[in-house]
């Protein structure tokens, strides 16, 4: 049975490609333009998926209160600079800086997720709970995943 960690570790390693990828790429070509569209899917799909069945569940609880007031305040610095971004040319040149403040805000949350926040919620949730979260995890996440998400992306 896959556990709720297991089935958010998926994503992560899709948007620590994505954004390695996008930081290698330079002015207005397709390649950017495509990174930057799956990047910002996949933030905004897993983000969502996340922050219904994983941080909502814990934040119900007292001792999960404060990773998820962070984690939500860090996924909010992210939407903001996909905003950003979204809103800068792709040939300006500033526009690489605010995706690579972006690639380092990405790492640095999966990391603090990967390394803290999931052995603390890991003694929180309960055995069953963690895998049932999983499954609605994953159907939300894919939910998202399957829509035209330039029409959902809040302004
Ligand atoms: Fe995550
Ligand atoms: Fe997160």
């Known amino acids: ?23 290698q790429t330079s002015g207005d070509t397709a390649e950017r333009r495509e990174l ?3 990047l910002k899917n996949e ?3 897993h983000e969502t998926a996340e922050d219904r069945y994983f941080y909502i569940p814990l934040m119900m609880t ?24 979204t809103a800068t040319e792709f040939s300006n040149p500033g526009w690489i800086a605010i995706a690579k403040r972006l690639s380092e805000k ?9 390394h803290g926040f999931f052995q603390q919620a ?5 055995e069953e ?10 159907n939300e996440y ?12 809040q302004s």
């Open 129 to 138: 709970q963690k895998t049932a979260l999983a499954v609605q995890y994953k």
């Open 122 to 126: 890991g003694k929180i949730l309960g």
């Open 62 to 85: 007292d001792s999960g209160l404060n990773i998820t007031r962070h984690a939500l305040a860090e996924h909010h610095e992210m939407d903001e600079m996909i905003e950003e971004l």
């Open 36 to 38: 930057f569209k799956q």
């Open 106 to 114: 990405v790492h640095h949350h999966l990391k603090e997720e990967e």
């Open 1 to 23: 049975m896959t556990t709720i960690f297991e089935a958010l570790r998926e994503s992560h390693e899709i948007q620590r490609d994505l954004a390695e990828k996008l930081l």
């Open 142 to 153: 894919q939910r998202y995943k399957d829509m035209k998400k330039d029409m959902l992306v």
């Open 43 to 45: 933030l905004f799909a």
